[in-house]
């Protein structure tokens, strides 16, 4: 074959890296335990050095499982606590404001209506029809318990099978993160041996920037979502906002969408404030918690813990989690900020690449020699 029949190398790498993501696509409900698993070792791998590296394991061959086994079982045990101390709390709290929601709605109407009615407002009809629908509602959940979750559940994981299957995938998913984590450091060297040597030191400098930079954004951001959460939740607590949990919960799980994690806290508080209103000075107090809570939030808490770890606009943070929700759904989601930042790493290396070449350089010095 002579070297004008040959492909260039580029389609080929194009051809298999398009391969390569369609299959990744096609088994992506399968891989999905592997790579939350994945995460956990990333984020947790460093604690583990620690203890590996700690006065009492260093040296020891049994060091690093101990380290695993022991960082494993507290990420789990916290997870497992929240969950079974949390969930239950959320649920009581949400009972119990839907068996006041009725009283609440009249009352609040009943206080509204006359003010607003002095500035020309009137309450359509339609939302009386749609208060004596949100009772009857209220009053349906109230007689089911805990069924509408289960079955919210079980409509989320796709029916009975798949939910056995989730669990499995689940369960299998500190399995998978300890072996990762045993062989962690082990992994990571066999990759880069894969590399071609000539190749390995551009490579180790454009995989090092990777790693600074979604090391950083996942323990940042989850750190940055956690305090929210509890800043949330607590400050709205403390001035008697109903369902303040579990608006501070939904807050803090929203907060790396940017904007929309406050937007949703402010609004829920809101609409809590109105239908259980206590008076202006009630409002005053949601929106002052609120603005001290977005002022530590933009001034202190991301700044210090994020800092500008990323570097891209939020229109292409928004861009990036529609294109994420489209192509893995919510995989996609949680996938698609740092598959951004490593995109944007990417261009950024080819930019320069192009910048330093004959082609462009040719380019800029044309007009020069045409005068």
């Not at 190398?9 to 335990?33: E, H, Q, S």
């Not at 598959?339 to 044309?366: C, E, P």
């Amino acid at each position: 074959m002579s070297e004008r029949d040959k492909l260039p190398r580029w389609v080929l790498w194009l051809g298999l890296a398009l391969a390569g993501g369609w299959l990744l696509y096609t088994l992506r409900g399968v891989l999905a335990p592997v790579f939350f698993a994945f995460l956990i070792a990333y984020m947790l791998d460093p604690l583990v050095d620690r203890i590996e590296e700690s006065r009492l394991l260093r040296g020891r061959s049994y060091g690093r499982a101990v380290g695993i086994a022991v960082i494993l079982a507290a990420f789990f045990a916290i997870t497992a606590v929240g969950v079974l101390v949390i969930v239950p709390m959320v649920y009581e709290e949400i009972v119990s404001f839907l068996g006041r929601l009725p009283g609440l709605v009249a009352r609040s109407r009943a206080e509204l209506e006359p003010w607003l009615v002095q500035y020309g407002i009137e309450i359509p009809t339609s939302v009386g029809h749609a208060f004596e629908q949100l009772h009857l509602d209220a009053q349906s959940v109230l007689s089911k318990g805990y069924a509408p979750f289960v079955a919210a559940l079980r409509s989320f994981l796709g029916g009975t099978a798949s939910a056995v299957a989730g669990i499995v995938a689940s369960l299998m998913i500190p399995v998978f993160a300890f072996y990762l984590l045993y062989d962690f450091d082990r992994l990571i060297a066999a990759a880069g041996d894969l590399i071609p040597p000539r190749r390995r030191a551009e490579a180790n400098s454009f995989f090092g920037e990777i790693d600074a930079v979604l090391g950083q954004f996942f323990r940042g951001q989850f750190t940055v979502m956690v305090i929210l959460g509890v800043l949330y939740a607590s400050g709205y607590g403390l001035i008697g906002v109903p369902l303040a949990l579990p608006i501070g919960i939904t807050a803090g799980f929203l907060a790396f969408i940017p904007y929309v994690g406050s937007l949703t806290a402010l609004g829920l508080a809101l609409l809590m404030t109105f239908l259980d209103w206590q008076g202006w000075s009630q409002l005053f107090w949601v929106l002052g918690v609120h603005a001290v809570i977005q002022g530590a939030e933009g001034f202190i808490i991301t700044p210090k813990i994020m800092g500008d770890t990323v570097g891209i606009s939020a229109i292409a943070v928004l861009l990036a989690l529609l294109v994420g929700a489209e192509l893995l759904g919510f995989t996609g989601v949680l996938l698609a900020v740092p598959a951004a930042a490593v995109l944007k790493i990417l261009f950024q290396r080819l930019d320069g690449r192009y910048r330093r070449s004959s082609f462009y350089a040719g380019d800029a010095a044309s007009p020069n020699e045409d005068a």
